[in-house]
């Protein structure tokens, strides 16, 4: 089992970057994909970005792929995902997610564990 916790949500301008972190407990962190999902307000959660146990699979959704890098450390049970030139629309609570296995799938209900979320507001 594994516990997911994101951080680096907060308010920022239309054009400027974030990184937002997931922080994982477990000894088995390093086999588990992640992604990232978002979900707007009366919106469906959305995937955002995923990779695989060993970071050599990537997988962006069409409206970050230019746009944003996904990476890990397993060494520190962590993910990160940056995204730049930021939009209004990307506002949204991100959440991380994970599931045991090397592929990377943009479908919600693959993914076994999620964690609470952080809320990213962007400004025009």
């Known amino acids: 089992q594994v516990q997911l916790v994101e951080s680096g949500g907060g308010l920022v301008q239309a054009g400027g970057s974030l990184r937002l972190s997931c922080a994982a407990s477990?000894?088995?962190?390093?086999?588990?994909?992640i992604a990232w999902f978002r979900q707007a307000p009366g919106k469906e959660r959305e995937f955002v970005a995923g990779i695989s146990w060993s970071g050599s699979t990537q997988k962006y959704a069409d409206f970050v792929k230019d746009r944003s890098t996904i990476s890990r450390d397993n060494a520190k049970n962590t993910v990160t995902l940056g995204v730049n030139s930021l939009k209004p629309e990307d506002t949204a609570v991100y959440y991380c997610?994970?599931?045991?296995?090397?592929?990377?799938?943009?479908?919600?209900?693959?993914?076994?564990?999620w964690g609470q979320g952080t809320q990213v507001a962007v400004t025009s």
């Open positions: 997610a994970a599931r045991s296995g090397s592929a990377v799938s943009n479908y919600r209900p693959f993914y076994d564990y």
């Open positions: 477990g000894r088995t962190f390093s086999t588990y994909t």
